[in-house]
């Protein structure tokens, strides 16, 4: 399997909301105040009022459930989802792997509309970071 890289997404976050534990695990909502992305194609900011909803199973899995608006340098408007995987416990370092995908009315990022991507991430001190590559 063949990628490229499409960009490198930072995300900021305000205070988590802990929702506590429910019949599927316990959630956790991370509200996203703001952000940037930048790769060869593309690069802006990332809007706030986004979040990432996510579940710790009881194996200790968190589920990743994010749902952004990017800004794009010149303007344009592409709504970013993932769904993914961290996994804290794995073997070596911890697994966090996802799964996006992107809606634009934007002519010039029609593109976004037509591709999958995965990428990786990491939650570094000044936040989430993920390395996100176009699957070709």
């Keep these: ?76 408007l592409v709504q970013m989802t993932f769904e993914g995987i961290r996994d804290d416990g794995a073997p070596g370092a911890p697994y966090f792997r996802t799964l996006p995908r992107f809606e634009t009315a934007a002519p010039k990022y029609a593109y976004l509309n037509r591709l999958l991507a995965v990428g990786t991430g990491e939650i570094r001190p000044d936040g989430p970071v993920h390395v996100i590559e176009e699957l070709l």
């Design 1 to 76: 399997m063949r990628t490229r890289p499409l960009m490198t997404l930072r995300l900021s976050t305000a205070p988590t909301q802990n929702v506590g534990a429910g019949p599927h695990g316990a959630r956790v909502t991370f509200p996203i105040t703001g952000g940037s992305f930048e790769g060869d194609r593309l690069r802006g900011k990332v809007l706030p009022g986004g979040g990432d909803w996510t579940v710790k199973r009881a194996d200790g899995v968190v589920e990743l459930d994010l749902r952004i608006t990017l800004e794009t340098d010149d303007g344009a």
